[in-house]
């Protein structure tokens, strides 16, 4: 019996130190978070969204089929921002152009997102 009163109030105590924890971060307030924020979106270089390589149907190099962004790509898909250089079995090479004209080469695999922002590739 001593033991189950021990664990209801630890339980008691645990939970009312939980409501002093801040939600959002235990490193930073809430406004140093919103500046964070801010200066990462000035920092970011023009162009919005993340390029995210979804599923690759390899038939041969002039045959394939990739989910780029949501959307169906194939050898004749053309846009002004993103160009496919290479498509392989298990990964695709492009180029993405931001609204400055400068142009990055990105080398994706399924199931990777390359983020504009930070200029880094995460699964």
């Given amino acids: 019996m001593k033991y189950i ?11 009312a130190y939980a409501a002093d924890i801040p939600q959002d971060s235990l ?14 979106s000035q920092n970011a270089p023009p162009g919005t969204g993340n390029l995210s390589l979804g599923a690759i149907f390899y038939y041969g190099a002039d045959d394939w089929t990739v989910w780029l962004r949501g959307e169906r790509w194939t050898p004749e898909t053309r846009r002004k921002d993103i160009r496919i250089l290479t498509v392989a ?7 993405w152009r931001d609204d400055g004209g400068k142009e990055r080469l990105v080398t994706l695999h399924p199931n990777q997102t390359y983020q504009i922002a930070s200029g880094r590739i995460i699964r």
């Avoid at 009163?5 to 939970?15: D, E, G, I, Q, R």
């Avoid at 079995?89 to 180029?95: E, N, Q, T």
């Fill in 89 to 95: 079995p298990d990964r695709v090479r492009l180029a």
């Fill in 27 to 40: 490193f930073f307030t809430p406004q140093q978070m919103a500046q964070a924020e801010t200066m990462a």
């Fill in 5 to 15: 009163a021990f664990l209801a109030s630890f339980f008691f105590v645990c939970t």
